[in-house]
Nanobody, 116 residues
Framework: QVHLVESGGGLVQPGGSLRLSCEAS????????MSWYRQAPGKERELVAF????????KYGDSVKGRFTISRDNAKNTVYLQMNSLKPEDTAVYYC?????????WGQGTQVTVSS
């Protein structure tokens, strides 16, 4: 059974930083493309960042370019999202996603709140 477990969310002041982690189990991690998505209240889920299986290709949503960094450690079955210069509009539930050509798995989400 596949599990994706996010951690690292919380309350942070504007301009602050957080590092999210997503540990995967029950799958061959290095075979999956990994992404972070987020969903704010009343809004659709949006792509935050994507990283290819070997880390060779990375993409970011326009709203986070230059502030967020996605990375992965295939030996630890973990993908990370380093979030710097956080803004109130980054407040959302952040979800980890693992996908290959056949399957699509989601974590339960972790809340990030940016507020003074």
């Amino acid at each position: 059974q596949v599990h994706l477990v996010e951690s690292g969310g919380g309350l942070v002041q504007p301009g602050g930083s957080l590092r999210l982690s997503c540990e995967a189990s029950g799958l061959t991690f290095s075979s999956y493309e990994m992404s972070w998505y987020r969903q704010a209240p009343g809004k659709e889920r949006e792509l935050v960042a994507f990283i290819y299986r070997n880390g060779g290709s990375i993409k970011y949503g326009d709203s986070v370019k230059g502030r967020f960094t996605i990375s992965r450690d295939n030996a630890k079955n973990t993908v990370y999202l380093q979030m710097n210069s956080l803004k109130p509009e980054d407040t959302a539930v952040y979800y980890c996603n693992a996908a290959d050509r056949w399957y699509d798995f989601w974590g339960q989400g972790t809340q990030v709140t940016v507020s003074s």
